[in-house]
């Protein structure tokens, strides 16, 4: 099977090659080529590390290997529904948020941040949701960082599914009950909200 370009973001270009899933992170003219050679090899050897602690946890992509030469990321090509283009049309969409509910919790326990945590980037396959692209993530035991991470998901539910974003935002806090943190981050996630409203306002 002939590389296949699915996605060219500012970051990276991911390609599609015989079920692996290439993510090649792409120089940057604007960057001395020193810094750039220095920040790319940086970000693979960390998304590549969050990944592999997080496969302990929760469904992702198992990588196949990591070349800091080229600065890229092979991985198993998860075949199945980007939610982003079919959480509203699913069945049994609540039950889908419990599960990333629950994914967060798990992440966030293990002091993982994702970083980027919208529909766009988790994808529904055997009955599992997989969470992909941990290029923002880090690891932090900051409640703050957790609470944020959350804001990012109740966001992207209101901006893409706005007609059932309550619902499904109540389907995805049932699932994080099961971190044992879970009272101390929504309290921190309602402060997070005010200052975000408290900037709007002004």
Known sequence: ????????????ILIHKNNILIKRRTKKSYRLPVLDEKIRKQRTKKEAKLLEKA???????????????????????????????????????????????????????????????TTSNMIYADNKVYFI????????????????????????????????SETFWKAILEGYKISKNHIVTIDRLKKVELRGRYKQAY
């Open 133 to 164: 692209d941990f290029g923002l993530g880090f690891e932090s035991s900051k409640t703050e960082d957790k609470a944020v991470d959350l804001h990012l998901i109740k966001e992207a539910l209101e901006a893409k599914h706005f007609t059932h």
């Open 55 to 117: 496969e302990n946890l929760i469904p992702v992509p198992k990588i196949k290997k990591v070349d800091e030469r080229t600065k890229e990321i092979d991985m198993e090509f998860i075949n199945g529904l980007k939610l982003s283009e079919n959480l509203d049309k699913i069945k049994n969409a609540e039950s889908v948020c419990v599960q990333i509910g629950k994914n967060i919790a798990k992440l966030h326990d293990a002091d993982i941040i994702h970083g980027d945590l």
């Open 1 to 12: 099977m002939k590389e296949q370009i699915i996605q060219q973001g500012a970051e990276a």
